[in-house]
DNA sequence: GTTCTGACTATCGAATCGTGAAGTTAGGAG
DNA sequence: CTCCTAACTTCACGATTCGATAGTCAGAAC
């Protein structure tokens, strides 16, 4: 019914999480407006005002949650300037930023299966060119795709394989 | 930089998201204590102060949360008992519940690259039995490992490919 | 019947999140 | 020099989140 613990975490009794990242993650990035404007990068934005529009946030919300981001280093604010008008600052993601694809979009896919009507809801994500579906989860390194009984949690530095 | 949009989606000027899953997925479990719950769940946890103490949030916060999540589906209450010990209940995750160890894990994969220091924090997700490390991302259905530019939104029902 | 314990409920206060509306600022267009 | 616009900032307000602390309640143990 759950995955297993190996190694010194198999006595789930004797410890306690300290520095989870997953509590550290959500304090970060956990509202609906980062998510909506990871999103909205994700497909393309760049410019504070489609920002704005686009999620249909308030430029309040949309000018705090931008500073927050490339604060922390989601974002790189960077002048830009079109030809014949005055210099802009755009926002582009980082690595860091990019690296939350599988986040933002299995909290789609999940929407789309539990949240919508039957019709599974407005977008799919299908892969570029051959609109093959595209699914997120987890796998091994060598491609196996794993279901939540086939997991395992171990120390850092604790190999009990 | 981005994915791209196929179909009528091709021009991004002309349509607004409504619906938008993501969105109705942070409105549903996008806090730190609905998280933090879902990963004791995946660890196996199913008993109220077991989840009060290992998420060490406080018992009120739990309370709220785990009556949530059961009104949402994440989890059904189930009266069980303990031999010489009176009934109690314990939250056990539904399917709908257990779709979230993608977007769950996304978010510990994320922090163990971004959040923690050059250990990567404190645990690791391997496979169960071979010990060989687990990664979440978007792969196709025949397997393949996608990039961000690799993905393509389509609108339900039409068909770029 | 008293005690103990697991599973909650109630109240308070601080911080955060979000909306709406209005104001500011820099710089090219005219 | 004035207008316009993108990119913000500020303010007022309500809702939600969370921690801390204290209290309730049911039922087995004794």
Redesign the interface.
């Known amino acids: 019914?759950?995955?297993?613990?190996?190694g010194v975490?198999a006595d789930?009794s004797t410890w306690?999480?300290?520095?989870?990242?997953?509590?550290?993650?959500?304090?970060?990035i956990?509202?609906?407006s980062s998510?909506?404007i990871l999103?909205e990068?994700?497909?393309?934005t760049t410019r504070f005002d489609d920002f704005a529009?686009?999620t249909?946030l308030t430029d309040a919300i949309v000018a705090a949650r931008l500073k927050e981001l490339t604060d922390i280093?989601l974002f790189v604010r960077r002048p830009y300037q079109e030809p014949g008008r005055r210099s802009r600052y755009e926002y582009?993601?980082t690595e860091?930023g990019?690296?939350?694809?599988?986040?933002?979009?299995?909290?789609?896919?999940?929407?789309?299966?539990?949240?919508?009507g039957d019709?599974?809801?407005?977008?799919?994500?299908?892969?570029?060119?051959?609109?093959?579906?595209?699914?997120?989860?987890?796998?091994?390194?060598?491609?196996?795709?794993?279901e939540?009984?086939?997991?395992?949690?171990?120390?850092?530095g604790d190999?009990?394989?």
């Open positions: 019914m759950s995955l297993t613990f190996e975490l789930r306690r999480l300290e520095n989870c990242s997953i509590g550290k993650s959500m304090e970060v956990g509202t609906r998510m909506l999103r990068a994700f497909y393309g529009r686009r249909k280093g582009l993601l860091k990019r690296d939350l694809v599988p986040a933002v979009f299995a909290l789609m896919q999940w929407g789309n299966k539990h949240l919508q019709d599974g809801g407005p977008l799919r994500l299908v892969e570029r060119g051959t609109g093959e579906p595209v699914v997120i989860g987890p796998r091994t390194v060598s491609g196996r795709d794993l939540l009984e086939d997991l395992a949690i171990v120390a850092h190999w009990a394989g």
